[in-house]
């Protein structure tokens, strides 16, 4: 209809999408930095926690639940 205007769709980030999970409890997991390249010069310590998956501060996740507002 040529009178009215259509809303904006709105839209995800790519970026967040691809980098966080929502877990059950409604917070976001992400994984570790650190764990995909020069792994020879780090320490066993160092590439053992960097597998590990971590939950988002509060705070962030008020942002990244705008992010991924289909979330």
């Given at each position: 209809?040529?009178?009215?205007?259509?809303?904006?769709?709105?839209?995800?980030?790519?970026?967040?999408?691809?980098?966080?999970?929502?877990?059950?409890?409604?917070?976001?997991?992400?994984?570790?930095?650190?764990?995909?390249?020069?792994l020879?010069?780090?320490?066993?310590?160092?590439?053992?926690?960097a597998?590990?998956?971590?939950?988002?501060?509060?705070?962030?996740?008020k942002?990244?639940?705008?992010?991924?507002?289909?979330?």
């Amino acid at each position: 209809m040529p009178g009215k205007a259509k809303p904006g769709k709105q839209r995800s980030s790519s970026a967040a999408k691809k980098r966080f999970k929502m877990t059950g409890k409604g917070q976001f997991a992400q994984q570790k930095a650190s764990h995909s390249h020069l792994l020879q010069q780090k320490s066993k310590k160092q590439k053992r926690l960097a597998k590990q998956t971590i939950i988002t501060n509060k705070a962030y996740s008020k942002q990244l639940k705008r992010m991924l507002p289909g979330k």
